[in-house]
């Protein structure tokens, strides 16, 4: 009889084992399962707010980047450092053009003590090196303006808006020239009082001949016999005596 309940009691602890057992491996199934399911909502979320695929994440970057800008390189210009420079051909014997003391010009190249100049768009020519220069003393456009009307007091400063200006707006404000003559570098449209140099379809200049001489309160970058040159910022007087009289020219650098 005791050994029977003994055998009675051993069982029922092992099924209370076995039933604990059981209702851990419910609760752990139960806790993976919750885990998994949290972890693909998870996933779900992140494909909805992400891009699915590396290349369009790398196109939106591209989209919102800016480019930089492109940085014009500086050009090498000289300045002609005498009136009446020969400007010769590349075979550096012809005389293509002769340039004017302050002319402005890109320096292309220096050969064998010969500078090569872009005299226009399509034009380049070469003068000696010496008669070119980098040194210039800088003055304002407003005193370069002064300088001018003291040299040119009955002279209208509503001209000096005709700068820049191209031919077709030219005539429309002033109506065809009397005369025009060009050279290899240049067009010169004559009108009452003036001419103006044009370069590349432009104004580049404007001129007063004959008249009286006189000099500005203002210092020169080059003073010459033959001529002087004052520097602005964006313009330049330039002044060339002649048989008592002088040619004045402002010009747009």
Do not use: C
Not at 64 to 77: C, G, I, Q, T
């Amino acid at each position: 009889m005791k050994e029977e309940v003994r055998t009675s009691r051993a069982a029922s602890r092992k099924r209370k084992r076995l039933l604990r057992t059981l209702m851990a491996l419910v609760l752990m199934a139960s806790l993976v399962g919750v885990i998994a399911l949290a972890a693909l909502m998870d996933s779900k979320d992140t494909k909805t707010a992400l891009p699915e695929t590396d290349e369009i994440a790398t196109e939106m970057v591209g989209s919102d980047s800016e480019e930089e800008p492109l940085v014009e390189e500086a050009k090498d210009v000289v300045y002609i450092g005498a009136p009446y420079t020969k400007v010769y051909a590349d075979d550096r014997v012809t005389v293509v053009y002769e340039a004017d003391l302050g002319d402005r010009y890109e320096r292309l190249e220096t050969v064998s003590g010969f500078v090569k100049l872009q005299l226009n768009e399509r034009l380049t020519g070469w003068v000696t090196e010496e008669r070119v220069t980098t040194e210039t003393s800088a003055a304002t456009d407003e005193e370069i303006t002064s300088a001018w009307q003291s040299v040119m007091p009955a002279a209208s400063a509503s001209t000096l808006e005709l700068l820049g200006k191209d031919r077709e707006s030219v005539r429309a404000e002033l109506g065809a020239p009397k005369a025009v003559q060009r050279d290899q570098v240049n067009e010169y449209h004559f009108y009452d009082g003036f001419f103006l140099m044009m370069r590349d379809g432009k104004v580049k200049a404007i001129d007063w001949d004959k008249q009286p001489v006189a000099s500005p309160e203002l210092k020169a970058s080059s003073d010459q016999a033959s001529g002087s040159w004052y520097e602005g910022e964006t313009m330049q007087l330039k002044l060339f005596p002649y048989s008592g009289i002088m040619r004045v020219r402002v010009e747009q650098k």
